[in-house]
């Protein structure tokens, strides 16, 4: 199978059928074989009872149904985990993606792309409360990341199976699997798709994401940087306090000798301690963090390195 098609959905039964209409017959027009996999992630509207009917008429429509409402990332992940296509395009329920982009988006995986992101560069969306967040949390992204994309944002992207086979999703990673795949040894690219008006149900986000995109962006830099080394982030810091903990003592010495002020009533004593013990704290929370890597990595025997091919290992 060429293609599985991933499309979470939450409360979004006004839109459904419409979205079913598009999607299989843009198939149909690109003669493209494939399975579209729906995620209901504990919808409480009638979604559920839609995707039913439309998966009773349709024998490419394969439907999940979550018991409570998981979030976009789980319902990615399921739908990930179920997708048996050599690529696997998530796509969103609201009907702003155009699911005749998608054939623009696996012929740049056939030149050899490993994730291929959608840009929604004309995007339809207010400026103040969704495209000028968007457009600050891209940068930050891509400056942290360093890969640099217009919009981590866009659901719309095609993966190569195997890349997210060797990516775990949790929390809000969602929109940071091409920064992801590109740690495990992706070829990344970009291009330019159609963004249409909602015209119908609500949006699940609002400006609150900003904050969660910024606290998930914390996680993938620790994974992307010193997953497999902690200690030298934590041994960073504690150089750091360290070294302010030595320059901080000293200049407690030189009041007390050079002006003959009380050590004991000077707060540079204590701020030299806890600094101090500061450092001493980051030691031990990166000895833990190696602790921890080597027994997920050896208790898994999960391998540190990703292979792309081989020449000749099976003779």
Request: net charge positive.
């Amino acid at each position: 199978m060429k293609l599985t098609i991933v499309v979470p959905v939450f409360n979004e039964e006004e839109n459904l059928p419409e979205l079913c209409r598009q999607v299989f017959s843009s198939l149909d027009r690109h003669s493209i074989p494939a399975e579209v996999i729906f995620v209901d992630d504990g919808s409480r509207d009638r979604s559920f009872a839609i995707l039913q009917e439309m998966a009773a008429r349709e024998s490419r429509a394969r439907v999940i149904r979550f018991a409570r409402n998981y979030g976009q990332t789980a319902a990615m992940a399921a739908g990930f985990a179920a997708a048996r296509g050599e690529v696997v395009v998530p796509l969103d329920a609201d009907l702003q993606n155009n699911p005749d982009d998608i054939p623009r988006l696996l012929a740049r995986i056939d030149e050899g792309y490993d994730v291929v992101s959608g840009w929604r560069k004309s995007r339809q969306d207010r400026f103040l409360s969704r495209r000028l967040p968007s457009i600050l949390a891209n940068h930050l992204i891509s400056v942290i990341t360093h890969v640099h994309l217009h919009d981590y944002g866009c659901t719309l992207k095609a993966y190569r199976r195997e890349v997210l086979e060797k990516i775990n999703l949790y929390g809000e990673l969602h929109r940071f699997v091409p920064a992801l795949a590109f740690q495990v040894g992706a070829r990344v690219t970009e291009i330019p798709v159609d963004h249409r008006p909602r015209l119908a149900g609500v949006s699940k986000y609002g400006i609150d994401r900003t904050l969660r995109v910024v606290l998930d962006l914390v996680t993938v830099k620790f994974l992307l940087k010193y997953a497999t080394r902690p200690l030298q982030l934590f041994g960073k810091w504690a150089f750091g306090a360290g070294l302010l903990s030595g320059v901080t003592f000293a200049l407690t010495l030189w009041m007390k000798f050079a002006e003959g002020l009380s050590m004991n009533r000077n707060p540079l004593l204590i701020l030299s301690a806890l600094l101090l013990f500061s450092a001493v704290q980051f030691i031990a929370l990166g000895l833990l963090g190696e602790l921890v890597t080597r027994t997920y990595h050896e208790v898994q025997d999960k391998p540190i390195y990703t292979i792309r091919e081989t020449v000749n290992m099976d003779v």
